[in-house]
């Protein structure tokens, strides 16, 4: 056994990684900071067109990975995750990971070549808002739990059901739903639909999330007549790598907004004065701090190493997704806990910024799956690779 | 002077070896042939039996020995460590006596820098050192002295004036260990092994000419000392390659060294254990069938995501370091990690091995190696630094938060001391 999975990774960014997280970081700071995360979280829409827009044209955020001759950047995950550090650092209210990352990367995995150069180019150009509506009322996470049936009527198919958690699903102006084809179980049977948010039988209703800076919708589909995408029952490999790569990119975000956490944290005791010295001063709080930013960095290390495998199309990606994942899940939170005890009774109050991380760090825990979700998967997949080794070696000639 | 070639060095060495090396040689003839060749410490001075090769040179030598099985130079216990500290601190008369037999095995060495009475305050040290005549005059006692029962000279770092600060006051000499003035007297664990020594020294003599450096900056020396531990535990962590694994190892010289390296690493045989094992967990588990517990899963995850990051956390270290980047968070977080892998490998090989936990020796898992993971664990957040220090640290210097009020800035003679105390064993 190789231990821990190795794949060629870098550790370390490039010179023009550096810049790109510089100039997302720059923008960032003046278009997102918390005064306007309070304004656009209070919101429907919960984003600004035009700071959106600006993400697409300046920075050609929205396109980050879409691949060039679809209107994108083609870049890597790594870049996107880099982008996604930066956005959680900031706690950018925006449709990113619901446009650029779920449903740009479904397409792309999952739908023919002539739909992909539809509907991408304009995905990329950040004109149009696309979601991934995959997840189902029982909040069940992967796609083995997605259950909305797809009837096929003479030449298409017909949609009746309901999808939740649909990021950014009230502002969308394309659906992308997951559906299963009746009687199919597991990752068979699965196909990726288009969906028109105005068709007959379509039905939105934005929920109240516990994270105000991310919106989240609950979709009725009463015999919504849909555009099958790609091939029909071979949604599901495409759709697990989709779920991996937001998980990876969500990571990443984690990661970000623990780091911001830390260091907002760290500003505050060493101003905030008690018994004549500065809490900073206390072993008390330095430890804690101390424990805070080995959880973040090593949480940094497989968020980064995660997008690295992802890029190398490594066959461990989905394992290290998890890992990734579960990880940040569990830093982020400790550190949102750990920043919220140390500003002591002003970080309990609305006014103050830290509960803002707080409410994404809690929320993202559970997106995509919860930690003992992720652990459990990462679990199967190394007993899977585990068992198949040993029977290649029992194979062998003596 | 410009480098030699990989290509170039490579060529000499294996040349160098193929004329020169022979498995049938006495370990020490071959050591001083080594030695004298400047292939044994190629990272060296060039004056001191080195060619002050890079690191990535050295390597090239390295696979060469490897590749043709031979024997380099003594390097078990803290013989480097004391050889680093000689070569940057020490006098050409030290270089010449000590340099040589440290390469060759001949002589051994230990550490006598912990006290008692300062473990983790390090510079608080009581053992005094009084010059007398043409003579550093001895007393008091060290503590978890490795290898101190197999050494022959010691690194002793001990108080020369009592007036000055703290730090100020101490001072760094070569100690013979073999003379009545020394008793070494071996320190029982918890574990039951005994690795670790109490030294006691009752007007023990150092001659005058065995001061390393300067009177009363021997703290300054014993930096360079634990930079070079502190390096060295890095390297540990970075594994081995497996080269010349294939190499037939027969030959009188090949019984010699294992001879040595029984002696020299047979302290060290439960530090993996110390470690955590995590490299048993996952086959454990299989094997088992404990995997089919979820509560196992869940844990035995939780170890491997903590382990693989702080993996992960030394690489993202070492290539910063290797890019000449500054040093980011990363390099200073390896201790504490450990401590965290260990602690979460020991609750995984005790879930894995349920009631089994209970025994030990042949009755126990894995034959007792489990038994000796459970209670070896807790070590590995003392020893070398304790969390506690090492989150001080981390706080200090990397969040750059305010240090500890300090209170013994004064003359060392005023400030609060513990009483010196002997332990077990002990009858007076």
């Known amino acids: ?398 | 002077m410009s480098e030699p070639s990989e290509s170039s060095v490579r060529a000499d060495v294996s040349g160098w070896l193929e004329s020169n090396w022979d498995p049938d040689l006495g370990l020490n003839e071959w050591r001083n042939k080594l030695v004298d060749s400047g292939w044994g410490m190629p990272e060296w001075p060039t004056d001191w039996f080195g060619r002050d090769f890079s690191a990535s040179l050295v390597r090239a030598v390295e696979q060469e020995f490897a590749k043709q099985g031979a024997i380099g130079v003594a390097r078990g216990g803290i013989r480097l460590l004391a050889a680093a500290t000689l070569l940057e601190h020490g006098s050409t008369a030290h270089k010449e006596q000590f340099l040589r037999r440290i390469l060759t095995g001949e002589d051994n060495w230990c550490q006598l820098f912990s006290e008692p009475g300062s473990g983790s305050d390090l510079a608080g040290a009581t053992t005094r050192a009084d010059l007398d005549g043409d003579q550093w005059v001895v007393n008091g006692q060290k503590l978890w002295t490795t290898s101190a029962h197999h050494a022959n000279w010691g690194l002793l770092l001990a108080r020369t004036d009592w007036d000055a600060p703290k730090h100020e006051g101490l001072s760094y000499f070569v100690i013979d260990m073999r003379q009545p003035g020394v008793d070494v007297q071996p320190l029982a664990q918890m574990n039951g092994h005994a690795s670790f020594n109490q030294v006691f020294f009752d007007d023990a003599v150092v001659e005058r000419g065995h001061l390393i450096g300067e009177i009363g900056k021997g703290w300054q020396v014993a930096m360079t000392t634990l930079a070079h531990e502190r390096r060295r535990a890095d390297g540990l962590r970075s594994g081995y390659s497996d080269v010349g694994a294939d190499i037939e190892r027969v030959g009188r010289i090949y019984d010699e060294e294992q001879v040595e390296t029984a002696t020299v690493m047979e302290p060290y045989t439960w530090y993996p254990q110390r470690a955590g094992r995590v490299d048993l967990a996952l086959s454990r588990a299989l094997d088992s069938g404990r995997i089919e517990d979820p509560t196992v899963r869940q844990e035995l995850a939780k170890l491997l995501i903590l382990s693989s990051s702080a993996e992960w956390t030394a690489r993202r270290a070492r290539a910063a370091q290797q890019m000449g980047k500054p040093q980011g968070p990363e390099g200073s977080l390896g201790k504490l990690a450990a401590s965290h892998v260990a602690r979460a490998a020991a609750r995984v090989h005790t879930l894995i091995s349920g009631a089994d936990a209970m025994l030990a020796g042949s009755d126990g898992a894995e034959d007792g190696i489990v038994a000796e993971i459970l209670l070896s664990v807790p070590a590995v957040s003392i020893a070398g630094g304790t969390d506690e220090i090492q989150r001080n640290i981390i706080a200090e210097r990397v969040l750059q938060m305010p240090k500890e009020t300090r209170f013994d800035k004064g003359p060392f003679r005023d400030v609060p001391k513990n009483v010196s105390t002997r332990l077990a064993g002990e009858n007076e």
């Open chain 1, 1 to 398: 056994m190789v231990w821990p999975p190795m794949v060629s990774a870098q550790f370390h960014f490039t010179e023009e990684q550096d810049q790109f997280r510089d100039m997302v970081r720059r923008f960032l700071v003046d278009t997102s900071p918390t005064t306007e995360v309070r304004r656009l979280m209070q919101t429907d829409a919960g984003y600004d067109a035009a700071v959106w827009q600006r993400l697409a044209r300046e920075l050609g955020l929205t396109g980050l990975t879409i691949e060039e001759k679809h209107g994108g950047a083609g870049f890597g995950m790594v870049d996107v995750c880099i982008a996604m550090e930066e956005m959680g650092r900031a706690l950018l209210c925006a449709p990113f990971l619901a446009s650029s990352v779920l449903a740009a990367h479904a397409i792309a995995l999952v739908a023919s070549e002539e739909d992909a150069g539809r509907l991408l180019p304009s995905i990329a150009a950040g004109e149009v808002i696309a979601t991934l509506a995959i997840t189902e009322p029982d909040g069940r996470p992967g796609v083995d739990a997605i259950a909305l049936p797809a009837e096929r009527t003479g030449d298409g198919f017909v949609l009746d059901g309901r999808k939740h958690f649909v990021l950014d699903g009230c502002s969308a102006d394309v659906l992308l739903v997951a559906a299963r084809s009746p009687g199919s179980t597991g990752s068979d049977g699965l196909s990726l639909f288009e969906v028109a948010p105005d068709a007959a039988g379509v039905t939105r209703r934005a929920l109240t999330t516990l994270d105000p800076t991310r919106k989240q919708a609950s979709i009725e589909f009463d015999g919504v007549q849909a555009r099958l995408l790609g091939r029909v029952d071979e949604a599901g490999p495409g759709l697990v790598r989709t779920l991996d790569i937001a998980a990876i990119a969500l990571a990443n975000e984690m990661v970000g907004g623990a780091a911001r956490l830390l260091e907002d944290t760290l500003a505050y005791t060493k101003i905030r004065m008690q018994f004549g010295r500065s809490i900073a001063s206390f072993q008390a709080i330095k430890h804690r701090c101390a424990e805070m930013l080995l959880q973040v960095e090593l949480a940094k290390s497989a968020a980064y190493y995660a997008a690295e495998a992802m890029d190398a199309e490594s066959d461990e990606a989905t394992y290290l997704a998890s890992l990734a994942k579960a990880g940040a899940s569990e830093a982020y939170l400790h550190t949102a806990i750990e920043a919220i005890q140390l500003h002591g009774g002003i970080g309990f109050t609305f006014d103050q910024d830290t509960h803002l991380w707080f409410k994404r760090a809690k929320s993202s825990e559970v997106m995509f799956g919860d930690p003992a979700w992720h652990r459990e998967r990462m679990m199967q997949a190394l007993i899977v690779k585990e068992r198949a080794s040993s029977e290649a070696q029992m194979g062998q000639p003596a």
